[in-house]
Every structure is written in structure tokens, then in C-alpha cells.
């Protein structure tokens, strides 16, 4: 059976997107200004377990792929189980896109928030690729859709809290196994501020792109 050409488009598309995520996360990473705040307990978990960024991640998204399935439970779409894949395969790229990265250094605060900005920026267009390709969300946004089914709360504000939660455990985590912060600096401020918004500016061309091609 042939799949039809914009399906096809979409699953590359949502390829490319999720490869450019996990070069923005290797790059925030690099910086060593903390992480993305999806990101922030993986790479806290890697600092003090056998997993890989990549491979913590996927256990993070698996986790929540399970919570989900707990709080819907009859209204889980099945759909979503997709989620999976996807989270395999974003936790390999994210591996890879760690070991692409390892060779460079930014000796100075300057030069460290130069990668921030090239971590914050390929994060919100790997996002902005996501959401056009509209095949399946990966599993921190599908969480936070599942808490809103769930209960009658916005988007926005369990966006919020959900990264919120997961920053905090990163922080009790660091300091308890690390016995210092790691992971969750200003970058991960500015990485909560500025990826939504650049990604905003980035679905409007995408939006036009996905009419033309993808529909």
C-alpha cells in the first residue's frame, strides 16, 4: 500500500524537526547555561545515572507516555501510543546531536551564551517543524494536552506548571545527588521565554508552507 505524498511529507518533516530539537538541545547543553526545561531533568539524570542524555530522555517521555494512559484511561486515544516511536527516536537523535557537538567549547560567558542562543533558537524552529508536520506530539506536550482533557484547565498555564515541575525536580535531584545545581541556570529561563515565542514567529511561514504542500 503507498502512502499517500503528504503523509509522507509530514513524517519527514517531523524527522527534520525533531533532529533540529536535539541539536538546540545539544548546543544548550555545550553552553553549559542550563537546558530547556523539558530538557532539564534528563540531562540531571545523566549526570548522576549510567543514561545518556538521549536514553534518559526516552525513559522521561515513556513516563509520561504511562501517566497519561493513567489519567484518561477509557479516553486515551490509542493514537497517541505514536508518542512512542517518536520518543525513541528523538532520544537517539538527541544522543547523536551530543556526540556531533562534543568538540565544541565555549571558554568564555560570552561565547556560552552564543550556544544558548543557537540551542534556544533550533529548539523553537525543531518545535515550530513539530507542530507543522502534525503527525504526533512528542510526550511533554502530550501530557500537558492529557491533564487539560482531564480537567478543565488551559493550555498556558498547565504548559507552565508542567515545566515548572519538571525544573524543580531537576533542582532537588541535582542537589541531592550532585550536591550542586547542574542543568537549570538562566539559560533555562530564557529558553522557557523566548523558544514559545520564536516558535511563534517561525508556524506563520510554516503555516503557509503546510497549506501549499502538506494538505
Not at 8 to 34: D, E, H, P, Q, Y
Not at 67 to 95: E, S, V
Amino acid at each position: 500500500m503507498k502512502l499517500p505524498r503528504h503523509l509522507i511529507l509530514r513524517c519527514c518533516l517531523l524527522f527534520v524537526g525533531l533532529l533540529i530539537m536535539a541539536f538546540g538541545i545539544a548546543f544548550s547543553i555545550k553552553a553549559g547555561l542550563g537546558t530547556s526545561p523539558i530538557s532539564s531533568l534528563p540531562y540531571v539524570l545523566s549526570r548522576f545515572t549510567p543514561l545518556t542524555v538521549g536514553t534518559a530522555t526516552i525513559a522521561l517521555h515513556i513516563t509520561l507516555i504511562l501517566l497519561q494512559i493513567l489519567l484518561l484511561r477509557k479516553r486515551y486515544d490509542p493514537l497517541q501510543l505514536l508518542q512512542l516511536p517518536a520518543a525513541l527516536l528523538f532520544g537517539w537523535l538527541t544522543d547523536f546531536s551530543v556526540w556531533a557537538v562534543s568538540a565544541i567549547s565555549a571558554p568564555s560567558y560570552p561565547l556560552q551564551w552564543l550556544l544558548c542562543v543557537i540551542g534556544i533558537v533550533l529548539v523553537a524552529v525543531g518545535v515550530s517543524f513539530e507542530v507543522t508536520a502534525n503527525v504526533v506530539t512528542l510526550a511533554g506536550e502530550g501530557m500537558v494536552l492529557a491533564i487539560c482533557k482531564a480537567f478543565p484547565l488551559k493550555f498556558g498555564n498547565v504548559k507552565v506548571g508542567f515545566d515548572v515541575t519538571l525544573v524543580l525536580i531537576a533542582c532537588v535531584l541535582s542537589f541531592l545527588f550532585l550536591g550542586q545545581l547542574e542543568g537549570v541556570r538562566e539559560g533555562t529561563v530564557a529558553a522557557a521565554i523566548c523558544v514559545g515565542l520564536i516558535a511563534k514567529q517561525i508556524n506563520r511561514p510554516m503555516g503557509r508552507f503546510a497549506k501549499a504542500h502538506l494538505e
